[in-house]
């Protein structure tokens, strides 16, 4: 289980990286196969696990409506232009879907499903692509400094357990098992000094207001700490462990991207306020 989850993440860091330092237009393209790809597999578990609550979707149509949502943004520049665009052609959609269905409560209840994974997986996306987009080395910063305090945290949690006397304490055993005070304090601390690492080499920010590169570290943290929590709520509600297995040894899309889900948006406006 190891080896597969240590392969899938060196061959998806080396995919990553490329997009990002990738000069040419190879980048952009590589970009845009991963974006595709996760957001297709993202909205698709997402609503393969409500299924196991007995909630139908159009689990078949909805992905590709998020992937074209995702091409339509990520072709755009650096905008949110072509996103309302896209709305109101969804809602007609909808509308005619209801106004054909022969059983209107399972169309109704479909419609609401499909519309509730574009509005909660879709959107945070948008975001990822709309950074990469206006500059792509802030985007290396929010993956790097969020992934960074997911692995620190796992890391210190798991050796403070076994070091420990009695074990490490844990935060929410109910929801989310491993994860311990110990361990939250550990990934806090990591992120906030790859932040100011990460920031000054790459100068993102005001090198003289390193409080902004802290400040953007604590956030990312509790944003990514946030998410994965919301996704271990989201499938532990619906009886499943994992949102898929499309990834070998890290499980699905979704539970690769969800530290980055309340993370994307988040980041977006914190650089907005900054400016």
């Not at 990553?16 to 330092?21: D, Y």
């Not at 297709?40 to 909630?55: C, D, G």
């Not at 305090?149 to 929801?175: E, Q, R, W």
């Amino acid at each position: 289980m190891f080896i597969f989850r240590l392969l899938s993440f060196i061959v998806f860091i080396i995919l990553f990286l490329s997009s990002i330092f990738l000069e040419s237009i190879y980048g952009h393209i590589l970009f845009a196969i991963l974006s595709i790809f996760m957001a297709y597999f993202a909205i698709y578990e997402f609503l393969n696990v409500l299924s196991k609550l007995n909630k139908s979707s159009y689990i078949n149509i909805t992905p590709f409506i998020g992937v074209l949502i995702i091409i339509s943004i990520m072709s755009s520049g650096n905008s949110f232009e072509p996103f309302p665009a896209l709305l109101p052609v969804f809602a007609v959609i909808c509308w005619v879907a209801l106004l054909f269905a022969k059983d209107k409560k399972d169309s109704l209840e479909k419609i609401l499903n499909s519309s509730a994974a574009l509005l909660l997986i879709v959107i945070p996306l948008c975001f990822l692509a709309v950074i990469y987009n206006q500059n792509k080395y802030l985007l290396l910063f929010l993956v790097l400094v969020t992934k960074t305090g997911d692995t620190a945290a796992y890391v210190v949690g798991m050796l403070s357990n076994k070091i420990l006397p009695g074990g490490n304490h844990k935060i929410f055993p109910s929801i989310s098992p491993k994860k311990s005070w110990e361990g939250t304090m550990g990934g806090l601390f990591f992120s906030i000094i790859v932040s100011v690492g990460l920031g000054l080499s790459l100068n993102l920010f005001d090198s003289s207001q390193i409080y902004i590169l802290i400040i953007a570290g604590i956030i990312l943290f509790i944003g990514g700490f946030a998410g994965d929590l919301a996704e271990s709520s989201f499938k532990r509600a619906c009886g499943t462990k994992d949102s898929g297995n499309i990834i070998p040894g890290m499980g699905g899309a979704l539970d690769v991207l969800d530290s980055l889900i309340l993370n994307a948006p988040l980041f977006y406006y914190f650089c907005v306020m900054i400016k």
